[in-house]
Structure formats: C-alpha cells, structure tokens
C-alpha cells in the first residue's frame, strides 16, 4: 500500500475528499460484540450518550466550528456497511471463531444507521447528546469522539504552512519510530493499538497502525479498529466496556438487584462469547469491591483489564485474588489499556513477566501524541481527556465510579449514592491526561 503524505493531505484538505468517518466500520471491535449482546438481550431498554469534556480548561466550542462540526456528524448518519463489509464481518474469524455474529443479527445491522443527535453550546463547551435506543445510541459513541479529536487537530493546523506540517509530521513519525525502537528490545511484549476514540486524526492512526505492524512484527497483535484490521489485514481485538455494568445497574429496581449488576452482566456475556473474550472488567465500581463480592465462576474466565488502578498495584491486586480463589496466574491474561506510554508498559511488562501473560492495549499516546512536534507552541495538538458515556437508562441516571475518582460520571447525588453502596476502597486520584 502506497504512503500517504498527510502533510500534503492535511495542507490540501477539502470536505469532500476527507470525512472523519468514512465507513460504521470505523469503530472499535467491541462496540460490535456489545452491540451484538445489547440487540439480543436488551432490544427495548433506552440509553442516552452523553459527550464529556474532563479537560474544562479546553473551550471545544471556540475550536470547533458547530458547522463543521454538525457537518461531519450528519455525514456519519448518511453511511450504511457496505457488501464488502458484511461479507467480511461474515465470513472472518474473530478470536478463532467463525461466525462469531449470529446471521440474523447481521440483516438486522445491514441496515442500521446512527440515530439523530441535539448538539448545543454551552459555557466554552459542546452538548452533545444520542437519545433512543441503546441497540442504536451505543454506536455513537468512537464516531462522536473521533470526529470532535480530528476537528480539534484540524482547528489547531490550519495556520500552519506546507513546511511547517511537513515538519510537525515528520517529527512525529521519528518520535513515533524511536517508541518503536523501544519496545523491540522486549519481542516477548503483545501490544494492541487502542487508539481510534482520540486519535489525531484516521490518517494517523492507520500510519501508526502500519508503522507497528512493520516495527514489532509478531508483538504486534492487531487493532481494535474494525476498519483498519479489515484493510491492513490485521486481528480486530476487544471484549467489553464500563457501559454494560453501568446499564445493568442503572436498571436495578432493589440494593440486592444493584450489587449483582456487575456479575449479572457477564452471565449475559458468557451466553453469546467464550475464551479468550471472556475478559473481566472490574473497575465501573471499584475493583476492590468487585472482587470481594465476585461469585467463584468469575475466577474461571480467561483474564481481567484493570483499566482505572495504576497499572502494577491494579494487577498484583488481581493476581492475589486469582490465588486466594485456587487459579494460576500463568495461566490467566492481565489487559493493561488506561493512559499507556511506552514507559509504563516497559516497566510493567518487566514487573509482570514470568508470572501473568499480559497484553497492552495502546490508546491515546499511541495515536495522538504530539507533544514538542510543532515547529512552535500549538496547545491545541496536544490530547485532552474526553469521553462519551451512558447517562441515562429507561430515564433513570447512569453511574461509573472507576478506581480514580477523576473519572467517575454521573449525577453528583447519584455518584455519592454509588460510592456509600460499593465503597471507595483502594480508590487511587491520579492526574487525567487522556
């Protein structure tokens, strides 16, 4: 495949030849498994998305044009998956599985399209919310993300000149080639990339995408976007996220109903997948209190992803309930995915190794790291914190707690609610950088 020249491209960008989004596929891989759980056993339940900025400090509104904006968000509703795109969801083995999506559940997904959307301004930031139901507003969720992050990068560049961008690029591939150079000193690594939701931009992505694939070889695992593993020939990779404990809890009716949220969750799971996607996410209500209230089945599933914990005390917290419940660790897989660089995986990676396999889902300082690249001070290329989560469920407020307390959603009240119910233990405050 022919290189892009992004600097060409970014310097001689025009609408019609570069939407953000340019096809249902560019989503991350679990979105579908999820949406696929979510259309077989929660067809009538409602969820509304909400668009977060945790960065206050960044006005969104004063760098993204609303009709930009609303531009690129009303392509997005004109796409469909195309006969390619069906025939390969298909016919492709997924995880060693064919047919990992049902048939009927296929037809029903050739036809979807994004639903509408209400945007507005409000104090410097964007409101951004998917109303309707869950089956349609969960896929909102990487597209709306993706295309606020590359309007944000487009905003932040359109001063620059052709040498200038040319320079801006070429520093980041030489800064992005030196993380790879890195990480070949360790060939025993697994790395993922994780990074669609705050990617700098597509082109970005599928340049580092490709870089890696070409750097690490084998240690290279594939990509959790779904279109870049069909078109780079890669394993699209991802199990589940905060969204399924969030709305399972958000319809409990009782407090013995809510604390059983978490684990009811994985039991509907556990009915479509297996394997190597039975992955545990533990921390929407604090991984201290997920495993101490976790039924014995959880500790027969194939790993956890301590996604919110520091990374090291996140992992031997697992790996010692992993003992107290009679399993190896060595035979268990520990995800390792929330604010990855290249030096926290190094130094986890070395603490681990030997005693857990371990995995490394790359995200935002993968694909949108841009710090000391320009030719001068650009705050606008450097990555904020922004998520876009469940709200409401069937009318009823939506709750993540996460082990940091930065990053917990939800009404204040009903936040506060959470926390008196499951408790804050081992809650760690660290610093949001993505």
């Known amino acids: 495949m022919a290189q892009t020249d992004i600097a060409r491209r970014v310097y001689n960008h025009a609408w019609k030849l570069d939407p953000i989004v340019r096809s249902l596929l560019d989503t991350d891989f679990y979105k579908l498994l999820m949406l696929q759980m979510i259309w077989h056993q929660y067809s009538d339940v409602r969820a509304e998305f909400s668009l977060i900025n945790r960065t206050k400090s960044v006005r969104l509104s004063d760098a993204i044009d ?6 690129q968000l009303d392509h997005a509703r004109t796409l469909r998956l195309t006969k390619k795109e069906m025939i390969w969801l298909a016919g492709n083995t997924f995880y060693g599985r064919r047919q990992i999506f049902m048939p009927e559940f296929l037809e029903w997904l050739s036809n979807f399209q994004l639903p509408e959307y209400e945007l507005e301004k ?31 990068s487009r905003s932040a560049m359109k001063g620059m000149g052709r040498f200038e961008l040319d320079v801006l690029y070429a520093r980041a591939k030489a800064k992005m080639w030196d993380k790879v150079e890195a990480l070949k000193q360790y060939p025993g690594l697994r790395i993922s990339d994780f990074g669609t939701r705050r ?21 290279f695992s594939g990509t959790s976007n779904v279109l870049l593993a069909m078109d780079t020939d ?3 990779l991802g199990t589940n996220a905060h969204e399924l404990p969030m709305v399972a809890a958000a319809l409990s009716n009782t407090d013995e109903e809510l604390a059983a949220a978490p684990y009811r969750v994985l039991q509907d799971w556990h009915q479509l997948y297996d394997g190597n996607l039975l992955i545990v996410l533990p921390d929407a209500y604090g991984t201290s209190a997920f495993l101490r209230n976790a039924p014995d089945w959880v500790a027969n599933w194939t790993g956890f992803r301590p996604d919110s914990a520091p990374p090291i005390e996140g992992g031997e917290r697992i790996i010692a309930w992993w003992k107290e419940k009679g399993r190896d660790p060595r035979e268990k897989l520990l995800i390792f995915s929330d604010g990855l660089d290249v030096e926290t995986i190094i130094k986890t990676y070395r603490h681990f190794e030997g005693r857990v396999r371990m995995s490394f889902g790359w995200g935002t300082n993968l694909t949108n790291d841009f710090d000391g690249c320009a030719p001068r001070e650009i705050p606008g290329l450097l990555p904020i914190s922004i998520v876009c989560k469940v709200s409401t ?27 008196r119910f499951f408790g804050t233990q081992d809650f760690v405050e660290q610093m949001l950088k993505v």
């Open 66 to 71: 609303e009709g930009e904006l609303r531009a």
């Open 122 to 152: 409000r104090d410097g930031q964007y409101e951004l919310r998917f109303h309707g139901l869950w089956r349609e507003t969960t896929m909102w969720e990487i597209p709306a993300l993706a295309i606020i992050n590359e309007l944000r």
């Open 199 to 219: 990617r700098h931009s597509f082109l970005w992505q599928r340049w580092c995408v490709e870089a890696l694939k070409e750097g690490i070889g084998p240690a």
């Open 234 to 236: 890669l394993e699209a």
């Open 393 to 419: 469920v069937n009318d009823r407020p939506a709750v993540k707690l996460s082990d940091n307390p930065r990053k917990a959603t939800g009404e204040p009240a009903e936040v506060e609610r959470y926390k």
